[in-house]
């Protein structure tokens, strides 16, 4: 009944309605409010994560290679726009966390060095999700996936603060939960020239074993848990955007299956490296961090 | 065209809603929208049935039922 | 305004790669290619080439931005020796694959462990699976000449393939001759710029290729292949007449009237050949010589043409292939394309130069003479006869 009218607001969105991400997937919800600040003069360089299912519903250009190219293919792409004297198309460069923190980090970090003009974003679903939940560098302490069946005893790598110490423009922590701080983000990186990353930790119901729909409710209790805090660095100068006081991780922690099994110590760890992580924060909020 | 394959369905409470737009901003899938008119409408032919909607209504307008009751 | 001075192979390709008007090189340094990417340096620093050259971390990353550079419509260079093409092995499957027109120089060199930094041709080889053209050049000049003529191959919108222009490290890299540079004007006229007719990634021109299967793809492949043997000719036919020179574009056949057997040779040992082929015929000997200048695709109908001419070919390998069915890798390959003759001539098969050994005059004479005594007594004496473990006198 309403077909026509949907047709014609996926055209506007920029994106089909009914990727073939699972239901609930943080991915498509990520690239529907992200496309409408990018705008259609656009072309998305991707790679292989799960929430890849999204970009091939996209309706803006999108060229991928496999994920071991992060930021490569964008590197060729930005080189060829100069030539062709194009700047004034946005150029996109959008990686899992598998390739971010393991298969390409160095990928990113040199296109990091080089200043290359087009905004890096890790989609992080805390998991080689599309294998079929396997452990990744940006996997949660704790957390179960297939090869860390008793939760992953290493912790998390802070990727943007590795990005940030390479003194790039702009990085950025953001959440679909959070939907206008997300698009105040992504509207303030499109206007930077140079390297931008952006850092956003998207819900995977079938990783993180919970109700699909719960999915927005549990991104939002991630970041106002201050498990996934939201912060701008920009030219070196640390921005703290969300300074709530901080739920119980335990709120976040015992909403997902992947964490059943934590210890009464484990879950303490926890709290207090999240504690830790907040105060540093905040102490250094609105400072020069980066040198 | 492949066919989406549901358990639940969305379906909504005109009379409850206060057109806030929660459901159309949060939908991953872009199948829901609140019309000029402020009506909720959902894509059928595409919505995935995973409730987020149903879950992020402020005033409880939407409820998940079985397919084909909707 | 064209000149001629002395001119190292590494030089000689990035004034190749100047006047072929590359738009973006994304690169990374490895010996001996080294000069390659330091001139082109050079090149745009004094503001003699505009050109965009990215100094990516590796060489993975290297071909992976010339792929992006290429779909994004611009015409890409870079160049790679040994270890580094080893590093770009997984993204060298893409510009075929997608068939992107992308010319890259493989500087050649020994791969580790079993090498160090001078030449084999196993680096360069490797890749022949792949669905990249592979030529090999004997000097400078031939070097910068095949250049422009890879771009002018790769870019045919019936072929859409990516070509690889291979000469030897040091001996061809390092080595200075009298290398003619052409008119930029002269080279434009001949080169049109480039626009992929399949490729567009701008918004308001977006074009892909339309969908095919797998096995549509693979046949495209490999039709591409097929069909890139004539445009191989033509071009250098048509290179030869504006240009003034030409390399036969698949084979070239040297000093080989009345002869009873042939030496194939590829790369920079081909010129210590001629003279020796040059000496020998004076001497009375009916030995010739096939410079195989194209590897990939290989001249299958060229050497079905020639060789009931001869009563054995000598298939010089400067590689390995361990375990193979028989000998070296080019040995193997015109073994097959021969096979349904019904006059086919021996093929003897030598491994020389390997790890980057010099080839010398000697050895290029012991093989011709071991090829010459299989025309004669119709026995050929090993599967492969490696011609560094025989003692063959002094250098020269």
Same mark, same amino acid.
């Given at each position: 009944?309403?077909?026509?009218?949907?047709?014609?607001?996926?055209?506007?969105?920029?994106?089909?309605?009914?990727?073939?991400?699972?239901?609930?997937?943080?991915?498509?919800?990520?690239?529907?409010?992200?496309?409408?600040?990018?705008?259609?003069?656009?072309?998305?360089?991707?790679?292989?994560?799960?929430?890849?299912?999204?970009?091939?519903?996209?309706?803006?250009?999108?060229?991928?290679?496999?994920?071991?190219?992060?930021?490569?293919?964008?590197?060729?792409?930005?080189?060829?726009?100069?030539?062709?004297?194009?700047?004034?198309?946005?150029?996109?460069?959008?990686?899992?966390?598998?390739?971010?923190?393991?298969?390409?980090?160095?990928?990113?970090?040199?296109?990091?060095?080089?200043?290359?003009?087009?905004?890096?974003?890790?989609?992080?679903?805390?998991?080689?999700?599309?294998?079929?939940?396997?452990?990744?560098?940006?996997?949660?302490?704790?957390?179960?996936?297939?090869?860390?069946?008793?939760?992953?005893?290493?912790?998390?790598?802070?990727?943007?603060?590795?990005?940030?110490?390479?003194?790039?423009?702009?990085?950025?922590?953001?959440?679909?939960?959070?939907?206008?701080?997300?698009?105040?983000?992504?509207?303030?990186?499109?206007?930077?020239?140079?390297?931008?990353?952006?850092?956003?930790?998207?819900?995977?119901?079938?990783?993180?074993?919970?109700?699909?729909?719960?999915?927005?409710?549990?991104?939002?209790?991630?970041?106002?848990?201050?498990?996934?805090?939201?912060?701008?660095?920009?030219?070196?100068?640390?921005?703290?955007? +969300?300074?709530?006081?901080?739920?119980?991780?335990?709120?976040?922690?015992?909403?997902?299956?992947?964490?059943?099994?934590?210890?009464?110590?484990?879950?303490?760890?926890?709290?207090?490296?999240?504690?830790?992580?907040?105060?540093?924060?905040?102490?250094?909020?609105?400072?020069?961090?980066?040198? | 065209?492949?066919?989406?394959?549901?358990?639940?369905?969305?379906?909504?409470?005109?009379?409850?809603?206060?057109?806030?737009?929660?459901?159309?901003?949060?939908?991953?899938?872009?199948?829901?929208?609140?019309?000029?008119?402020?009506?909720?409408?959902?894509?059928?032919?595409?919505?995935?049935?995973?409730?987020?909607?149903?879950?992020? @209504?402020?005033?409880?307008?939407?409820?998940?039922?079985?397919?084909?009751?909707? | 305004?064209?000149?001629?001075?002395?001119?190292?192979?590494?030089?000689?390709?990035?004034?190749?790669?100047?006047?072929?008007?590359?738009?973006?090189?994304?690169?990374?340094?490895?010996?001996?290619?080294?000069?390659?990417?330091?001139?082109?340096?050079?090149?745009?620093?004094?503001?003699?080439?505009?050109?965009?050259?990215?100094?990516?971390?590796?060489?993975?990353?290297?071909?992976?931005?010339?792929?992006?550079?290429?779909?994004?419509?611009?015409?890409?260079?870079?160049?790679?020796?040994?270890?580094?093409?080893?590093?770009?092995?997984?993204?060298?499957?893409?510009?075929?694959?997608?068939?992107?027109?992308?010319?890259?120089?493989?500087?050649?060199?020994?791969?580790?462990?079993?090498?160090?930094?001078?030449?084999?041709?196993?680096?360069?080889?490797?890749?022949?699976?792949?669905?990249?053209?592979?030529?090999? @050049?004997?000097?400078?000049?031939?070097?910068?000449?095949?250049?422009?003529?890879?771009?002018?191959?790769?870019?045919?919108?019936?072929?859409?393939?990516?070509?690889?222009?291979?000469?030897?490290?040091?001996?061809?890299?390092?080595?200075?001759?009298?290398?003619?540079?052409?008119?930029?004007?002269?080279?434009?006229?001949?080169?049109?710029?480039?626009?992929?007719?399949?490729?567009?990634?701008?918004?308001?021109?977006?074009?892909?290729?339309?969908?095919?299967?797998?096995?549509?793809?693979?046949?495209?492949?490999?039709?591409?292949?097929?069909?890139?043997?004539?445009?191989?000719?033509?071009?250098?036919?048509?290179?030869?007449?504006?240009?003034? +020179?030409?390399?036969?574009?698949?084979?070239?056949?040297?000093?080989?009237?009345?002869?009873?057997?042939?030496?194939?040779?590829?790369?920079?040992?081909?010129?210590?050949?001629?003279?020796?082929?040059?000496?020998?015929?004076?001497?009375?000997?009916?030995?010739?010589?096939?410079?195989?200048?194209?590897?990939?695709?290989?001249?299958?109908?060229?050497?079905?043409?020639?060789?009931?001419?001869?009563?054995?070919?000598?298939?010089?390998?400067?590689?390995?292939?361990?375990?193979?069915?028989?000998?070296?890798?080019?040995?193997?390959?015109?073994?097959?394309?021969?096979?349904?003759?019904?006059?086919?001539?021996?093929?003897?098969?030598?491994?020389?130069?390997?790890?980057?050994?010099?080839?010398?005059?000697?050895?290029? +004479?012991?093989?011709?003479?071991?090829?010459?005594?299989?025309?004669?007594?119709?026995?050929?004496?090993?599967?492969?006869?490696?011609?560094?473990?025989?003692?063959?006198?002094?250098?020269?």
């Amino acid at each position: 009944m309403y077909n026509e009218e949907f047709d014609k607001y996926y055209n506007e969105n920029m994106i089909q309605g009914g990727t073939t991400c699972c239901p609930g997937c943080g991915g498509p919800l990520f690239w529907k409010l992200a496309l409408k600040v990018f705008g259609p003069n656009t072309i998305v360089y991707g790679d292989g994560p799960c929430a890849m299912c999204a970009l091939r519903s996209i309706k803006v250009p999108y060229y991928g290679i496999h994920f071991s190219f992060v930021a490569d293919g964008a590197t060729g792409i930005s080189a060829a726009l100069r030539a062709k004297g194009r700047e004034d198309v946005t150029l996109i460069s959008s990686a899992g966390d598998g390739a971010t923190s393991d298969i390409s980090l160095g990928k990113i970090s040199a296109a990091a060095e080089r200043n290359e003009n087009f905004l890096q974003i890790c989609i992080d679903n805390e998991a080689y999700m599309n294998t079929g939940i396997q452990k990744s560098g940006l996997t949660p302490y704790g957390a179960w996936t297939t090869t860390t069946p008793t939760g992953k005893e290493s912790n998390k790598k802070d990727v943007p603060m590795i990005i940030a110490a390479h003194k790039v423009p702009y990085v950025a922590t953001a959440s679909v939960a959070y939907p206008q701080d997300l698009a105040r983000k992504l509207e303030k990186a499109k206007s930077i020239k140079g390297f931008k990353f952006l850092h956003t930790v998207i819900p995977c119901p079938t990783g993180w074993r919970f109700d699909p729909a719960k999915a927005v409710e549990v991104t939002r209790l991630g970041v106002d848990t201050w498990v996934n805090p939201l912060y701008e660095i920009e030219e070196g100068v640390l921005k703290v955007n +969300r300074k709530t006081e901080a739920k119980p991780v335990q709120e976040y922690l015992k909403a997902q299956g992947r964490f059943r099994r934590l210890t009464e110590d484990q879950l303490a760890y926890i709290q207090s490296e999240v504690d830790k992580k907040r105060d540093d924060l905040l102490g250094n909020d609105g400072k020069q961090i980066i040198h | 065209m492949s066919q989406i394959v549901r358990s639940f369905a969305p379906k909504v409470d005109q009379e409850k809603c206060i057109a806030c737009g929660m459901c159309q901003l949060y939908c991953p899938e872009s199948t829901v929208k609140l019309t000029d008119e402020k009506k909720v409408i959902f894509d059928y032919r595409y919505c995935k049935g995973c409730g987020v909607c149903a879950n992020e @209504c402020p005033v409880g307008a939407i409820k998940m039922v079985k397919e084909g009751e909707q | 305004m064209s000149f001629t001075r002395m001119m190292e192979g590494n030089e000689a390709a990035a004034w190749g790669a100047k006047l072929a008007r590359a738009e973006v090189v994304p690169a990374y340094p490895i010996t001996p290619q080294t000069e390659l990417i330091s001139t082109i340096a050079t090149l745009i620093a004094d503001g003699t080439m505009k050109t965009e050259y990215i100094k990516v971390e590796g060489e993975h990353t290297a071909m992976a931005a010339a792929v992006g550079a290429s779909a994004g419509g611009a015409r890409v260079f870079t160049a790679s020796s040994s270890q580094g093409i080893a590093f770009m092995d997984e993204p060298l499957w893409i510009p075929p694959g997608r068939r992107l027109p992308i010319v890259m120089c493989m500087v050649n060199r020994s791969m580790a462990p079993l090498g160090g930094l001078r030449p084999d041709h196993n680096d360069s080889m490797h890749q022949r699976d792949k669905g990249w053209v592979l030529l090999y @050049c004997e000097n400078s000049q031939e070097v910068l000449d095949t250049i422009l003529q890879a771009y002018k191959i790769a870019e045919n919108p019936e072929i859409y393939l990516p070509v690889a222009v291979c000469y030897d490290g040091y001996f061809v890299s390092a080595t200075a001759t009298p290398t003619t540079v052409p008119d930029q004007a002269k080279v434009d006229e001949w080169l049109p710029p480039y626009k992929h007719e399949w490729y567009d990634l701008m918004p308001d021109s977006y074009k892909m290729p339309p969908p095919k299967s797998f096995i549509q793809q693979r046949m495209g492949l490999a039709e591409a292949h097929e069909k890139s043997k004539k445009v191989i000719k033509d071009v250098d036919t048509d290179y030869k007449k504006i240009f003034g +020179r030409g390399y036969g574009g698949l084979i070239e056949e040297y000093n080989c009237d009345g002869a009873e057997a042939v030496l194939v040779t590829m790369d920079s040992m081909t010129g210590t050949a001629r003279d020796v082929i040059d000496e020998m015929r004076a001497e009375g000997k009916k030995i010739g010589l096939i410079k195989l200048k194209c590897f990939r695709p290989f001249p299958r109908e060229e050497f079905q043409k020639i060789a009931p001419k001869y009563k054995a070919i000598g298939v010089v390998d400067r590689n390995n292939s361990f375990g193979s069915a028989g000998g070296g890798i080019v040995a193997m390959e015109l073994s097959r394309a021969l096979y349904e003759l019904p006059d086919k001539p021996l093929i003897t098969n030598f491994h020389v130069g390997l790890s980057g050994t010099d080839v010398t005059m000697n050895q290029i +004479r012991y093989m011709a003479d071991e090829t010459l005594e299989a025309a004669k007594t119709g026995i050929v004496k090993h599967v492969i006869d490696w011609v560094e473990a025989h003692d063959l006198g002094e250098v020269m």
